[in-house]
């Protein structure tokens, strides 16, 4: 299926622009990024937390991203200013289009994760204390696995929801952003039920 990177077709996908909405109560707010960029074809950019003894992440794939502080005017504004602090993407490389919504952690997390384009030039740095590399995962891949998994049309269950590739596995919450993300382009691409 060739996916295109069409930014209003994007567009169509996002529904709030994370700006006035206040966060649940009791629920600590933070935001992410689902950055996608063209290479040989659509992909999406993401991260292996760190290999640190005692880190709550450890190893695990994630979106960029991180807690909003108090003079973060939007929950926008925290997406990019993660995106710059964590790899060295500035601003002016990323269109961004908008909210895919917010999800709910166990942990008492309010994450609001963030639709963007990324001109995919300059060089992304990054921390190895937090950070282990940086995942170019084709769109192609993943819309593959959301296919042959069956999950069109429905949420799975948190175990069963998973988006391997290569030697990591996109589980948990990331994998809950994808999912939604997959599952408002493919209507929006004309892809067959």
Not at 34 to 44: A, D, I, T, Y
Not at 160 to 184: C, M, N, Q, S
């Amino acid at each position: 299926m060739k996916i295109s990177l069409d930014s209003r077709i994007l567009a169509s996908l996002v529904t709030a622009r994370g700006e006035g909405l206040s966060p649940t109560p009791g629920f600590r707010p933070a935001s992410v990024s689902l950055l996608v960029f063209e290479k040989s074809e659509p992909h999406l950019l993401a991260i292996q937390k760190a290999d640190t003894e005692g880190y709550p992440w450890r190893n695990q794939v994630a979106l960029p991203g991180g807690h909003q502080d108090d003079d973060d005017p939007t929950a926008m504004a925290t997406a990019l200013r993660e995106l710059e602090e964590e790899l060295s993407i500035p601003p002016a490389q990323v269109e961004m289009l908008g909210s895919l919504g917010r999800f709910q952690t166990i942990a008492m997390r309010e994450v609001e994760a963030f639709l963007g384009i990324w001109a995919g030039t300059g060089p992304v740095c990054y921390e190895t204390a937090e950070i282990a590399r940086v995942l170019e995962i084709p769109l192609s891949t993943i819309i593959a696995t959301h296919i042959e998994r069956r999950y069109r049309g429905r949420m799975p269950d948190v175990r069963e929801l998973v988006y391997p590739y290569r030697d990591v596995v996109i589980w948990g919450l990331t994998a809950k952003i994808v999912h939604r993300f997959i599952e408002r382009l493919l209507p929006a691409v004309g892809a067959p039920d």
